[in-house]
């Protein structure tokens, strides 16, 4: 209400407080004029007295009704509910009583205008996991059983083989894991970050490519944990999901792992995309029958940054799609805790 006030009167400083101005002293002081409603009442007395001089009743009434408006509307401001009415003893000196006055307490009678929240960003709710098979499972008995989890191993190689597979998936509003390697993020820092920015997820495929199953645990650890950092500086959180190259895991590597809150996963679909080679005939149909013939709900589809795989993709998902598949987000799947956190 005081802010109200203060824009009708149009001469007080927002900041200010409201200064009582019958009985107090310093209201004639013309330091304050400038800042306060007695400039108002003032300037309305002189009128008055000046019309009256001029014997003119029309205006002097119509000065009166100007005087007694600003009159009422400084009586709604200081009989405003919840505050209190500061007691100014006649010899008091404004800036005292300025000083004194207790800091304005919101009028209940205004209705604070609803502060836009920001939309809560929509949380994707974990409710799939990984089987002992590798195959993506609702984790409710009556979830949807008909869903495909998509994996590109091996890269990032190259932007001639990632972007027709990040165009492809984005055609098909389909996200999938990406299980890089280490030396390769190190080589094409700017496509691991490129994949992230696409909304693709990042996994750890090793550093190097190697056989872990045959690594000392040091090096398993040098293994795990540099990509762990690499994608972490890189996209600004460390991966969730892991597969070990060519699937080869030893009790270190898969302990290592659950305690550091890290879900292993092998595949259950392999498109067999990394036999074939350049010379192999018909490869983008090779890859999609190949997946077709293993095709189950849950399959956990392994396929890599190739040339001949993006090239077959577009094909793949419409024809998974006209079978009534769809493409599990990886986000809904259900990870460990660091036992840390436990
Ligand atoms: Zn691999």
């Given at each position: ?8 009167a149009?001469l007080?400083?927002r ?31 002189l ?6 001089i ?57 209705v ?70 280490g ?38 650890d ?21 597969r ?9 590597l898969?302990e290592k ?25 018909n490869k983008?149909e ?48 259900e ?8």
């Amino acid at each position: 209400m005081r802010d109200n006030m203060t824009i009708q009167a149009g001469l007080v400083s927002r900041s200010k407080p409201p200064i009582k101005w019958l009985g107090t002293k310093g209201r004639l002081n013309p330091s304050m004029w400038y800042n306060d409603n007695d400039f108002v009442f003032f300037l309305l007395i002189l009128q008055i007295l000046k019309v009256m001089i001029m014997k003119k009743p029309w205006a002097v009434l119509s000065a009166a009704a100007a005087l007694s408006l600003v009159l009422s509307a400084c009586g709604a401001k200081s009989a405003a509910p919840g505050q209190p009415s500061a007691t100014v003893s006649p010899s008091s000196a404004t800036a005292t009583a300025e000083a004194t006055l207790p800091p304005a307490t919101p009028s209940p009678t205004i209705v604070p205008s609803p502060t836009p929240s920001p939309s809560p960003s929509p949380e994707v709710t974990a409710d799939y996991r990984v089987n002992q098979n590798y195959d993506v499972v609702p984790i409710k008995e009556d979830g949807d059983k008909k869903v495909i989890l998509l994996t590109f191993d091996d890269g990032p190689k190259a932007e001639e083989t990632l972007l027709p597979i990040l165009d492809t998936l984005d055609k098909h509003k389909a996200k999938a894991i990406f299980f890089v390697n280490g030396y390769r993020i190190k080589e094409k820092p700017e496509l691991l970050k490129l994949i992230h920015e696409r909304g693709q997820i990042i996994g750890n495929h090793s550093y190097d490519h190697i056989h872990l199953s045959e690594e000392s645990n040091n090096s398993i650890d040098y293994q795990i944990d540099t990509v762990q950092k690499q994608v972490e500086e890189l996209t600004g959180s460390a991966p969730v999901f892991m597969r070990p190259p060519n699937g080869l895991s030893n009790e270190y590597l898969r302990e290592k792992l659950k305690k550091e809150g890290i879900l292993r996963m092998n595949w259950s679909n392999g498109s067999l995309d990394w036999t074939m080679k350049f010379s192999t005939p018909n490869k983008p149909e090779k890859v999609i029958q190949n997946v077709m013939d293993q095709l189950h709900s849950g399959s956990n589809i392994l396929m890599h940054e190739l040339a001949w795989t993006g090239e077959a993709l577009d094909s793949l998902l419409t024809q998974l799609e006209q079978k009534g598949y769809s493409f599990l987000d990886p986000n809904r799947i259900e990870t460990l805790k660091p036992e840390a956190a436990k």
